[in-house]
């Protein structure tokens, strides 16, 4: 409209009188203040001598003859790859049905620093640059810039008003009056409206358009929950590019011929740079400007030096100098809390972890992690557990060494040591408080330590933190700590034999052997050979296993301990009943049976009971098993113990002796008394060896259906278990 009226000749004044309107409507219409109603466009077309055609096309439903249509954009990103999901969903909040741009759509696109943010919102604002045919606004909020020069949003509005046409004289001076008249000047245009590296809401909220069709795309390390509870901001959160999106982006960079000369080399160069976009594409770069460095080097610069090699002179490829502009912002507590979850051994984080490193209460540690979160230097994947990536984490630890002392970092390793220790003694002792365990080094002060009331709670536990423990005992070896290295296998156990995860048995145990044979305690010794010989009896490794036993009964006997002695071989009848050794495995346990009653150990009594009675039902003597195995229940009966897998597998010998004395009710009912018992024990493992049994019964006895409903039942738990036997089961479903 200004243009058109200078080009005539006119004054405002002047316009105003041909018009039949106030000069004060002009001025104010001019400046972006007003939006003409179409009576008054009408008249002000007819004052400016436009025909119908320019009034139609141009002043009244497009641009007004020499309205600015800025296109401030960023240039396209080069290579850009993946984030369909993403793209799919911007494209969906800026169109309703119709294919129209729904009124003043907002999308808060927040995630960790490098995680590709801006390159996804520049990407696709030029794929939707047709949409917003009045143009497109950019503005850098430099909420995270190196220099900590944030944007002030008067500014922002100032350089926005400026490229909609609005000379520098006529901008307001107050943040309020160029909001009002930047909201103004958007009010009947389609814009798209670009804020990259938002600080916060704050910074975001005086930038916001009011008018419809307009759509406003902010990015940030902060999650902009203030944007989406006020302002009805679409939430889009970015995560870390796929394995395939990986290979991806670095194949467009660098050629799929190189890469394909080198794959163990990329697999490696992908998961040292985490799938994080920024560090893929500066691994890229190093590889280009270096064509004669082979990925197999590069891959071990990676490998010994990360945060160093992921730089490449500026600080926006520096993926260290990148994390520190999120760094910088937080508060004292929460960057201490960030750094020392560098000593966390991962792969997620717990409050109470993370409340025993830093010696803090559970309360305040939430916020602090919250706050963390908020900026997106964690994720909170699940309620209460949180993680972050490999390369913030070694970024994590890598302020840890340069902020923290020394006595410092290992005080908050030790408390978050402990924390894991107690705790998986704990949930071991609810499962198996007939183990006697070697008392452990007493938790340091500001260590936090949970309780697990019963079974479910411990093994709810000891299912979420399993990965957590075995990082754990590995952080413990290479640390040279060895005690809490050998408490954690010990502690570990019971719950890895329930689950049937054996490997892991295994290779903890082996772990722990090392440690008990540094520290020269034959104690940890012989006991870690009994754990090592059921991980290698489980994973079918017999002789292995044979021999650990009698390793360790020897080692009883110098030790004096009777106790040993017989629960070693209790655990070498079970290998030997394995290899149809059943007279000598008879003997062992006969032997177990005498050291317990001379150490008056009912509980462990009742246990050698069974262990005889299952032995007579290998050799065939059902009566005589009965016997044993009957005395075994009246045993566990009487002592009212909470051992229910022992009186679960008692039960279960009892059943099994009626089945082949052809008493197959009785059997039945002595299966559902183990079927209980280890339910409450919360041993799905062995629930579905009583399943299978209940089968065979069924199947015993004539009743194919309720025979195949109990293996079906049984085969369940297995394949959750991912256990072998499965195959067992389908083949005999199958017959």
Known sequence: MRARRRELGLTQEELAELARIDVKTVRMIETGRRTPRPATARMIADALRLDDEEARGQFLTGPAPGRPVPAQLPPDVYGFVGRTAQLRALDTITTVAGGRPVAVAISALSGAAGIGKTTLAVHWAHQARARFPDGQ?????????????????????????????????????????????????????????????????????????????????????????????????????????STDEAFQLLARRLGADRLAAAPAAVEEIITRCARLPLALTIAA??????????????????????????????????????????????????????????????????????????????????LLLAELATASLLSEPLPGRFTFHDLLRAYAADRAYREEEVTAREAATRRMMDHFLHTALAADRVFARHRNPIAAPAPAPGALVEE??????????????????????????????????????????????????????????????????????????????????????NVGRVDEALDHLREAITLYGALGDAMGQAGANLNLAIVLGVVDRHREALACNEQALIFYRQAGSGEHEAHALNAIGWCHVQLGDYPLALRFSEESVALHLELGDDDHSGLGAAWDTVGYAHHHLGNYDDALRCYAEALAAYRRAADPYNESEILTHIGDTHDAAGDRPKARDAWRRSLTILENLDHPDAATLRAKLAS
């Open 137 to 241: 606004l950019h503005a850098d909020l430099r909420g995270f810039d190196p220099d900590g020069s944030l944007r002030d949003p008067g500014d922002v509005l100032s350089g926005f008003l400026g490229a909609l046409g609005v000379e520098f004289k006529e901008i307001p001076a107050g943040l309020d009056d160029r909001a009002a008249l930047y909201r103004s000047m958007l009010a009947d245009r389609k814009m798209l409206v670009l804020l990259d590296n938002a600080r916060d809401a704050a910074q975001v909220r005086p930038l916001l358009p009011g008018a419809k069709d307009c759509m406003v795309l902010v990015t940030s390390r902060d999650d902009l929950a203030g944007l989406v509870a006020r302002h009805g901001a679409h939430p889009l959160g970015l995560h870390l590019l």
């Open 285 to 366: 770069a190093l590889a280009a400007t270096r064509p004669e460095v082979a990925l197999e080097d590069l891959a071990a610069e990676l490998r010994d030096t990360r945060l160093d090699t992921l730089a490449v002179g500026d600080p926006a490829g520096d993926v260290r100098a990148v994390f520190s502009w999120s760094y910088r912002t937080l508060t004292p507590g929460a960057a201490r809390l960030f750094r020392l979850l560098g000593l966390h051994p991962g792969p997620e984080m717990t409050v109470e972890s993370a409340a025993s490193l830093i010696a803090e209460p559970v309360v305040r540690t939430r």
């Open 452 to 537: 697990p009331p019963g079974r479910d709670e411990a093994m709810t536990w000891f299912l979420a933190e399993h990965e957590v423990l075995l990082a754990a005992i590995d952080q413990a070896a290479r640390t040279g700590n060895d005690a809490h290295v050998w408490h954690l296998a010990w502690s570990m156990a019971t719950y890895l034999h329930r689950r049937a995860l054996f490997q892991d048995w295994v290779t903890t145990q082996q772990t722990a052997m090392a440690a008990a044979v540094r520290l020269g305690d034959r104690d940890r010794q012989v006991r870690t050979h009994t754990e090592l010989a059921g991980g290698y009896f």
